[in-house]
């Protein structure tokens, strides 16, 4: 009996399921809950993000692979209120004047106090980073300014 019971109940979730999308998020982690809200919003700012690491380029898409939520009192709650703050690791793809194929991953970490993400870092890229630029303009300037005064005397 209990076999014919779960069979019809698998029938009738595999065939309404499209149209109740959503229905079981109640049984979701936190966690699982702030990836997808994530998902959303790295998706919708994937350019700012990108531009956080790189100097050219136009962002693709973004996945995000893990997030971590640090829990104030160390236990999961279901109100992201009582976290101090998570972790989150994800990828951006993109497409630059010389990487037509790029992609950066990379771990940020949100303060909840603060309400801001406190901390950017790269895992892993096969682009030029902002600091990379950075540092190869500021040895072409010093190149320059260095020539100039040398020709001065």
Same mark, same amino acid.
């Given at each position: 009996?209990? @076999?014919?019971?779960?069979?019809?109940?698998?029938?009738?979730?595999?065939?309404?399921? %499209?149209?109740?999308?959503?229905?079981?998020?109640?049984? &979701?982690?936190?966690?699982?809950?702030?990836?997808?809200?994530?998902?959303?919003?790295?998706? =919708?700012?994937? =350019?700012?993000?990108?531009?956080?690491? +790189? %100097?050219?380029?136009?962002?693709? &898409?973004?996945? !995000? +692979?893990?997030?971590?939520?640090?829990?104030?009192?160390? @236990?999961?709650? *279901?109100? !992201?209120?009582? /976290?101090?703050?998570?972790?989150?690791?994800?990828?951006?793809?993109? @497409?630059? %004047?010389?990487? %037509?194929?790029?992609?950066?991953? /990379?771990?940020?970490?949100?303060? *909840?106090?603060? &309400?801001?993400?406190?901390?950017?870092?790269?895992?892993?890229?096969?682009?030029?980073?902002?600091? =990379?630029?950075?540092?190869?303009?500021?040895?072409?300037?010093?190149?320059?300014?260095?020539?100039?005064? =040398? *020709?001065? +005397?």
């Amino acid at each position: 009996m209990k @076999r014919i019971i779960a069979t019809v109940l698998c029938l009738i979730f595999t065939l309404t399921i %499209p149209c109740h999308a959503g229905v079981f998020d109640f049984l &979701k982690s936190p966690e699982d809950k702030l990836k997808d809200e994530l998902q959303e919003s790295f998706t =919708q700012n994937k =350019q700012s993000i990108f531009n956080k690491f +790189h %100097p050219v380029g136009t962002a693709t &898409k973004v996945v !995000i +692979h893990e997030v971590k939520i640090e829990w104030r009192s160390g @236990r999961p709650s *279901n109100n !992201i209120e009582n /976290a101090a703050g998570f972790g989150v690791v994800f990828t951006v793809y993109w @497409r630059g %004047p010389i990487t %037509p194929d790029g992609f950066t991953k /990379a771990f940020g970490i949100f303060d *909840n106090d603060s &309400k801001r993400y406190v901390k950017w870092e790269i895992i892993s890229t096969n682009g030029t980073t902002n600091e =990379q630029a950075a540092d190869v303009a500021g040895e072409v300037l010093g190149s320059l300014i260095s020539n100039y005064f =040398q *020709n001065q +005397h």
